[in-house]
């Protein structure tokens, strides 16, 4: 395993560097060459994961760190990138665990948008559901989905409902569970969510609507 990268959103911005200029032929450049290509590959996939983090809590700023990366063929000229690491917030001390899977397109140079688990790792730890955010979630996830869909009548029932803790006082949940609309009839219903204790915001709160069931894992970020 290489040793941890650290970066910042800024930082993994920046362009890649060059290839470096030198004889072809030579066994030394070869290597030299291989080397940097896996490491603009590397700071590419980076910038697109830093990036999604940040699109994921509304621009908030957050620095990443990156514990390794898994290169693989993949096809059409693309490679198949996945890894994990940690991610905080800025002005927090503590990191928060994710992976993250994306693809590398060799001939444009480019990442694609990756897809995302946080609270995965790290310090993760699953702790008791508390009623009062529980319930506070259904509200919230009620109201967005009379915003979003124009429905009235909307009715949740959750049957699975698990919580990890994590970095400070962060809580993830995820739920998969019913959604009854009435006369409109009702839907199978996935949800993934980011609350912060301290302040009580809700950070992040995604839903998927005709989700099948899903075996227990830790809240998915989405793409």
Known sequence: MRDCLAWTLVLLLWPATAALAGPPSAPAHAVATRALDRAGIEKAVAGVVVGALAAQFDGRDVEARFDAFDDQPGDDGRRSISGEGQMRFAGDLAWIGFKFRTSYDVLLGQAGVPELAIGAGGDARPVPNDTAIVRQLDDR?????????????????????????????????????????????????????????????????HYDVDAPPAPAMPPVAGR
């Not at 400070?168 to 839907?187: E, K, M, P, V």
């Open 141 to 205: 996830l009620v109201d967005a989905l009379r915003l979003d869909l124009g429905l009235s009548s909307i009715r949740l029932q959750l049957d699975r409902i698990e919580s990890v803790e994590t970095g400070q006082n962060y809580l993830l949940i995820d739920a998969w569970g019913l959604a009854d609309f009435g006369r409109d009839g009702s839907s199978n219903i996935r949800i993934a969510a980011f609350y912060d204790r301290r302040s009580g915001q809700w950070l992040q709160l």
